[in-house]
């Protein structure tokens, strides 16, 4: 069958991979002061000291629908040519990978610590397995215990019995010191044929291709296929700079695009995995979103830049006063903040229980304010908990007026119940949008709820008229909406006023 996707490259059980993985920070080789890497002639002595820290995992897998280990399906970039292809590696239902019913699947993995029997390799190459088997490359296998998997940088713990012999293994490297046209080696069991080595160089970095929150992949142009998943990719000293997972193809073979997950994302996953059998990532308790151009000019911002803070959890960390909707952050524990993703993985990667330092813009005066982070597990379970609340408000009286595209009303009970607006809400309803409007172009909609307009809180359609001519005549291009869903989620929209 010849088909093009984004696949991860497990041979019989094909299927993406998420974005991040773990190691053991003491593990990693400074490469400061070092020549820049040269292509060598040869790569054989490389490959002779690595093959024996490389192994091959096959799984068993009885029939039945997969629970939590499933691998969201990654979404390709807008417009991209493999779009109309890549569903066919995919059930139609429930959004996960086609997995086989009773059968084998195949995968790589590498060893990190020889002593303890500790081996990576990604979460697809082992999800829904009742029965895993590592291959070493002297020929012996050996049953593995799963120690923890992180679904969302798709990575996964194994353990082995060292049988009284230390193991062959290899350490982690620094992923941050890689440049674009470096020299990368992978190291896997491509269609089940084992131990093969495939040499390249790192076509591109940070890559996203929408399988994760911390997506941030190098791109390798080393011939990567189905059963290279969970093997290592290496730099020309040997060491792990990242964890092969995904390739894009029409054929179902390498074509030179594929991704690995960076080392860098890895060792602080696969350190919690190891130490608690799970993962425990810092929570700030904060909604936020990019500082587009609009929004920036709406706030009378310099340059757009930072991220916009566009709700606080109620009960989370943030959540005392420290931080408000409206900030921007541009720095988190002295690291300059530029963007979404980054901030998100930064807090992430935080521990639990630490004071940080979070550098704002509030009113356009920098400020630094202290928050003392939870735990993102948690804060995940209880929002799971408390689905469905009550809609029920005071009677207000009705009052209406249309301004930019919309119909905005007085926010009463009737309207409340119509909307199923939860009764913590406050602020003027939206009850209609014209299309076509500057409202409909930013996905306003019947049921949102305008929280806040310019920072200025609003209760009552005069309000939002007030704020609007207000906006006009400081000579505003844009006004900027604080919206609230039917749940209370909040988000910050711009909308054109001329």
Do not use: C
Request: negative net charge.
């Amino acid at each position: 069958m010849t088909a093009a996707a984004l696949i991860a490259g497990t041979a019989i059980a094909p299927q993406p991979a998420l974005a991040q993985s773990a190691a053991t920070p003491d593990t990693a080789a400074p490469q400061q002061d070092r020549p820049a890497q040269q292509g060598p002639a040869s790569v054989s002595a490389l490959a002779e000291r690595l093959l024996d820290a490389v192994v091959n995992i096959s799984t068993t897998q009885n029939a039945g629908p997969r629970g939590p280990g499933r691998v969201p399906m990654p979404r390709l970039p807008e417009g991209s040519p493999f779009e109309e292809y890549f569903d066919e590696f995919f059930n139609d239902e429930g959004g996960g990978p086609r997995l086989p019913g009773p059968g084998s699947s195949l995968g790589s993995g590498f060893v990190i610590d020889g002593a303890e029997g500790i081996i990576v390799t990604n979460n697809h190459v082992i999800a829904g397995a009742d029965e895993i088997i590592v291959n070493f490359a002297d020929g012996t296998t050996r049953t593995a215990e799963l120690v923890g998997v992180d679904t969302k940088t798709d990575l996964a713990v194994l353990k082995v019995d060292p049988q009284g012999k230390k193991l062959a293994e290899v350490s982690f490297g620094d992923s941050d010191a890689m440049r674009i046209g470096d020299w990368v080696m992978a190291i896997g069991n491509p269609f089940g044929f084992g131990g093969s080595v495939t040499i390249g160089i790192i076509s591109a970095r940070n890559r996203q291709i929408g399988s994760g929150p911390y997506d941030d992949y190098i791109q390798t142009d080393a011939a990567i296929n189905r059963g290279n998943s969970g093997g290592p990719l290496f730099n020309m000293y040997g060491e792990v700079i990242g964890i092969n997972t995904a390739i894009i193809s029409p054929t179902g073979g390498s074509i030179g695009i594929g991704f690995a997950i960076p080392s860098e994302l890895a060792v602080n996953v696969v350190n919690q995995l190891r130490e608690f059998g799970e993962t425990r990532r810092g929570w700030l308790g904060v909604r936020i979103q990019t500082v587009t151009e609009e929004i920036a000019e709406s706030l009378g911002l310099p340059e757009a830049k930072g991220v916009l803070i566009s709700g606080i959890e109620k009960g989370g960390p943030a959540d005392n006063g420290a931080l408000k909707a409206g900030d921007i952050v541009i720095g988190f524990e002295g690291i300059e903040i530029n963007d979404v993703r980054k901030l998100s993985r930064i807090v992430a990667e935080s521990p639990v229980g630490k004071e940080v330092a979070i550098d704002i813009l509030r009113d356009g005066e920098k400020q630094t304010v202290r928050v003392t982070l939870g735990r993102l597990e948690e804060a995940e379970s209880a929002s799971a908990r408390e689905d469905q609340r009550g809609d029920e408000s005071e009677e207000a009286p009705v009052a209406s007026a249309k301004i930019l595209g919309m119909t905005v009303v007085e926010l009463d009970e009737e309207g409340r119940a119509k909307f199923e607006l939860a009764e913590d809400i406050n602020g003027v309803l939206v009850s209609e949008v014209e299309e076509n409007s500057v409202a409909a172009e930013q996905g306003v909609q019947a049921g949102d709820v305008i929280v806040e307009i310019a920072l200025q809180s609003v209760s009552t359609p005069k309000d939002v008229l007030d704020q609007i001519d207000s906006l006009k005549a400081q000579g505003r291009k844009n006004a900027l909406l604080m919206l609230a869903s039917k749940t209370g989620e909040l988000r910050f929209v711009t909308l054109r006023m001329n």
